[in-house]
């Protein structure tokens, strides 16, 4: 009887201390950050995957696409690739709506046709709100449909809904102001993370 007693103790002791330990587990966990990067997404919904042309020295734009986020958030990191190598390349975060500069960075394109990511200070975007990231340069990678259609806008990938892609010539730092809905000329994207 005392054997019984005594094992029974044991296992309602083996309950408690686990039963607490997994809440313990529980409550110390990070929740699991989701970066969203809407590029891929966006290239195969527009079907702007299906032929790609390098273009290298071929005058300067600057270009890029518009979004609207569908959460608020903030933006953590840029990437782009290009077909070449180009120390301090200029990517510039718009709004859209008033033209206005909300960030400036200079990005180090070490290697041509090499995906380069830039961590940097958090950036907040507000659902519903329109903005823009574009890259000056004069290196890109043309993307088209295989038979060169044009796509319908907005697209929308995870909580990120694309809006259009744009361009302006030269080497100023302007807003684009030609919207052609027929390619996409990158590649230049961002890492999203939902508030």
């Excluded at 969203?36 to 696409?65: A, C, H, M, R, W």
């Excluded at 609207?68 to 690739?81: D, E, F, V, Y």
Aim: charged letters at 20%; proline letters at 4%.
């Amino acid at each position: 009887m005392k054997i019984i007693k005594n094992l029974l103790g044991i296992s309602i002791l083996s309950v408690v201390f686990f039963s607490c330990s997994k809440d313990d587990d529980n409550s110390t966990s990070a929740p699991t950050i989701v970066e969203q990067n809407p590029l891929s997404g966006y290239l195969s919904t527009t079907g702007f995957n299906q032929k790609t042309t390098n273009y290298v020295n071929s005058g300067d734009y600057e270009f890029g696409i518009s979004f609207t986020p569908q959460a608020n958030g903030k933006i953590t990191a840029l990437i782009a690739k290009i077909p070449d190598v180009r120390v301090g390349m200029r990517v510039t975060i718009w709004d859209k709506a008033t033209a206005t500069i909300l960030r400036t960075e200079l990005v180090d394109v070490t290697s041509s046709g090499v995906e380069i990511t830039k961590a940097i200070t958090p950036l907040e975007v507000v659902k519903d709100t329109e903005y823009m990231i574009t890259y000056n340069s004069n290196d890109w990678y043309d993307h088209r449909k295989n038979d060169s259609s044009v796509t319908t806008y907005p697209v929308t990938v995870g909580d990120v809904k694309i809006t259009s892609y744009g361009y302006k010539a030269g080497t100023d730092q302007a807003v684009p102001n030609i919207f052609p809905a027929n390619y996409y000329a990158g590649d230049l994207t961002f890492k999203f993370v939902k508030s």
